[in-house]
């Protein structure tokens, strides 16, 4: 079993800056992707960014140039640094990893962390 444990979220005002961060930890072989999602109230849970093992990086078109990803494979952690924030920002941020083992892949969800900015 793998656990996927966020941390970093809060309330700032517009304009602010947060890190959020998210570490695996359990049977874990190797993990490809990590992500970040968020879903606002009443919306579906969208992507914001992913980034693989190597270092490829995308990110919704709604967060370019504000967000950055990034991730260190030796302690299967991935960081999503958020700088100029909006209120349209605000929702609840979900780490996601894909663990790869011989013969298979499992997809693993955090328990999410929620993200307010204030107007």
């Known amino acids: 079993q793998v656990q996927l444990v966020e941390s970093g979220g809060g309330l700032v005002q517009a304009g602010g800056s947060l890190r959020l961060s998210c570490v695996a930890s359990?049977?874990?072989?190797?993990?490809?992707?990590m992500g970040w999602y968020r879903q606002a109230p009443g919306e579906q849970r969208e992507s914001v960014a992913y980034i693989t093992r190597a270092g490829s990086t995308n990110y919704a078109d709604s967060v370019k140039g504000r967000f950055t990803i990034s991730r260190d494979n030796a302690q299967n952690t991935v960081y999503l640094q958020m700088n100029s924030l909006q209120p349209e920002d605000s929702a609840v941020y979900y780490c996601n990893a894909g663990v790869v083992y011989p013969g298979r892949r499992d997809n693993y969800w955090g328990q999410g962390t929620q993200v307010t900015v204030s107007s």
């Open positions: 359990g049977s874990i072989f190797g993990i490809d992707v």
